[in-house]
Nanobody, 119 residues
Framework: QVELVESGGGLVQPGGSLRLSCAASGSIFSIYSMGWYRQAPGKQRELVAVIVRGGSTNYADSVKGRFTISRDNAKNTVYLQMNSLKPEETALYYC?????????????WGQGTKVTVSS
C-alpha cells in the first residue's frame, strides 16, 4: 500500500511564500514523476508543476518564475516552493506521483493541503 502525505499549506498574505512537501511511503519500488496540482473552489483541478526522476521539470505558464519544484529521491519526497503568491492561487494543492509499487504501476494522489492567499 502506498500513501502520499502533503504538508506545508496555510494562510499567507499576497506576495508571500509557502513551501509544500509531499512524502510517499509504502511498498515502493520506484517513483517516476512527482507533481503538484491545485483545485480552486468551483474550478477544475489543474497541473501546477511536475518533476521526473531525472530532474526535468514542467510548470504551468501562470507559475513560471515564481514556483520551484524539487525532489529528494532518497526520501521519496517532492517539494513546491511558492513565491509571490496571488489571491487567485487560493486552492487545495494535491500531490501526485507515478509509482511502481508492490502490485503495479499507477498514479497516486494525496488528500490535499489547503493554501489560502489573503490579506
Amino acid at each position: 500500500q502506498v500513501e502520499l502525505v502533503e504538508s506545508g499549506g496555510g494562510l499567507v498574505q499576497p506576495g508571500g511564500s509557502l513551501r509544500l512537501s509531499c512524502a510517499a511511503s509504502g511498498s515502493i519500488f520506484s517513483i517516476y514523476s512527482m507533481g503538484w496540482y491545485r483545485q480552486a473552489p468551483g474550478k477544475q483541478r489543474e497541473l501546477v508543476a511536475v518533476i521526473v526522476r531525472g530532474g526535468s521539470t514542467n510548470y504551468a505558464d501562470s507559475v513560471k518564475g515564481r514556483f520551484t519544484i524539487s525532489r529528494d529521491n532518497a526520501k521519496n519526497t517532492v517539494y513546491l516552493q511558492m513565491n509571490s503568491l496571488k489571491p487567485e492561487e487560493t486552492a487545495l494543492y494535491y500531490c501526485n506521483a507515478d509509482i511502481y509499487a508492490l502490485l503495479d504501476r499507477r498514479d497516486y494522489w494525496g488528500q490535499g493541503t489547503k493554501v489560502t492567499v489573503s490579506s
